[in-house]
């Protein structure tokens, strides 16, 4: 509850320093649906040479798109700006001020902060849904569209679980900076159609770091092409990924020797 | 003489101090180019069901797969050694913070100097992108389109050149707007972004069949990545490739006019703020 209480409190001094500058939160809103509009001409292009790829149409894809776009603003907005700091906090020894406080350490490195521009971004990815499920003639249930949305946040669970595995290197390697931009690029598996990948790439993608999952399995349950093996690998995935990322954060902050890094 | 040599070493030297950061850039770079390496077999096997016997005999836009591949890999190895989006980034970050001062004290121009350490600084990274690409090409070999003749190896050489220099001049102008606009990052991405569509990295421009796509290939974007996988890939005749030398000419000669002019401009505008 408490947890809770500062979550909501970070939450309002976060939407009072965007409003402060709000030509800013504009110009963020068009920056960070720009790969969105690339990714929409190319496959308008694509689907006017062929009629479908791999059984997927347009609006197929573009479901998946829209379900990855929501899922990606959340994350960005409530795990990216966070994280991002904890590279310069093990450096410079703020870490410190952290661990004393009496509060979950991870928690609170995790969601102190709220980008409030990249939760804007969250209209197009559902503008994008909406619009695929009308033209696609979806019939969506109460009971379905819950799910979706439980999928939706398990999915920005997977990705911040990989991102803090990733981020907790710095423990080990002295600099972890590199990260963020990694994962990000790391992302373009994730809001494709899951039938492309095969083999090594396929074992990869769904069960080592399940990227390929996080958009994939909202977007099946919308579309009524579940797997229902792969929805329970996916809930699965993210407990696993929690289990081991606290693990290594554990490990990681013995080795944390305050300011001297 | 002596003075550009000097720079060119300083820029040889950060090129290298900064080496982790290229390779970093370069494998996770890779990720978006494995994407497309699984995406156009994929979309290429969809083609039996409108009519083609197999997948080798598919053409998509009049691309092969094998073509597609090549074309994919290619455009990624142009782009890492030929990119300069920070270019725009540095000049803004001089205007802005009046870090451009000390520049023009100095017996040297200061576009001279950022040409010159961009493309000594690229050295090690264009040499870099050549072995992999090598590399790349050997292992996809099955799939993978080799030129038919040699002199179309060094013509793409000489368009990547072409590719450099437009992208200096472009990456240029972008920082140059400081002089006016004080914050130039977000058009940076704008334009980023749509420089990857315009120049062909994402898709061909063959694939736009409407009048548009003709436009684009007359555009100095497409010299960037189209024009010269264009080459490698044997799709030009020689009337082609002059025809496109000269149009590349006329589009380095135009942005060289409009960069000096900027410069010239933005220079009496200047405030020499800090510093």
Request: proline share 2%.
């Amino acid at each position: 509850m408490k947890a809770l209480r500062i979550f909501l409190l970070n939450c309002k001094i976060s939407l009072l320093n965007e409003m402060a500058h709000k030509i800013n939160f504009l110009m963020r809103f068009l920056s960070d649906s720009i790969y969105f509009v690339i990714y929409y001409i190319f496959y308008t292009v694509i689907f006017t040479l062929v009629p479908n790829i791999n059984g997927w149409v347009i609006y197929d894809i573009l479901l998946l798109m829209g379900t990855f776009h929501i899922i990606i603003s959340l994350f960005a907005a409530v795990f990216i700006p966070n994280l991002a700091q904890i590279p310069m906090l093990v450096k410079s020894g703020g870490l410190d001020g952290f661990i004393v406080k009496p509060i979950n350490s991870r928690f609170l490195l995790s969601a102190r902060f709220i980008d409030i521009g990249s939760l804007i971004n969250i209209i197009l990815g559902v503008a994008i849904v909406i619009n695929s499920i009308i033209r696609l003639g979806l019939d969506i249930s109460t009971a379905t569209f819950l799910l979706y949305i439980g999928y939706i946040l398990i999915g920005v669970f997977i990705m911040y679980n990989i991102l803090f595995i990733l981020i907790c290197t710095i423990f080990w390697l002295h600099d972890s900076s590199w990260s963020i931009g990694f994962f990000m690029t790391f992302n373009s598996f994730a809001d494709k159609p899951i039938s492309i990948y095969k083999g090594m790439i396929y074992r990869f993608l769904i069960y080592l770091f399940p990227i390929a999952l996080v958009a994939n399995i909202p977007a099946s349950v919308m579309l009524k092409n579940f797997d229902s093996n792969l929805q329970i690998w996916f809930v699965i995935a993210a407990l696993l990924l929690f289990y081991f990322s606290n693990i290594i954060w554990r490990k990681g902050i013995t080795l944390y020797e305050g300011a001297s890094i | 003489m002596s003075k550009l040599l000097k720079t060119a070493e300083i820029g040889l030297q950060q090129s290298i101090v900064y080496k982790n950061n290229f390779l970093l850039g370069f494998v996770s770079g890779a990720f978006g180019l494995v994407v497309q390496l699984v995406f156009w077999p994929v979309l290429f096997s969809s083609g039996t069901e409108f009519g083609y016997a197999s997948i080798e005999s598919t053409t998509i836009a009049g691309y092969y797969l094998n073509e597609m591949i090549t074309y994919s890999v290619l455009v990624y190895f142009i782009q890492r050694g030929t990119s300069m989006m920070n270019i725009g980034s540095i000049i803004q970050g001089d205007i802005t913070s009046g870090g451009l001062n000390i520049h023009l004290i100095r017996p040297i121009k200061y576009l001279w100097t950022k040409w010159i350490m961009s493309i000594s600084g690229q050295l090690i990274n264009f040499g870099l992108s050549i072995f992999v690409f090598l590399c790349i090409s050997i292992l996809l070999k099955a799939n993978f389109a080799f030129p038919e003749a040699a002199v179309n190896v060094f013509l793409v050489v000489l368009f990547v050149f072409f590719a450099y220099i437009l992208s200096f001049l472009i990456n240029c102008i972008i920082g140059l707007l400081a002089f006016w606009l004080l914050e130039v990052n977000s058009l940076n991405t704008f334009v980023g972004m749509g420089v990857a569509i315009l120049s062909g990295a994402i898709f061909p421009l063959d694939f736009i069949t409407t009048n548009f796509g003709v436009l684009l290939k007359y555009l100095p974007f497409s010299y960037l990545a189209f024009i010269p996988t264009q080459v490698y890939l044997g799709k030009f005749s020689f009337t082609d490739v002059i025809h496109n030398i000269a149009i590349c000419f006329s589009w380095i000669g135009l942005l060289i006019i409009v960069t000096k002019k900027l410069w010239e401009n933005g220079i009496r505008r200047y405030s020499a703020f800090g510093g």
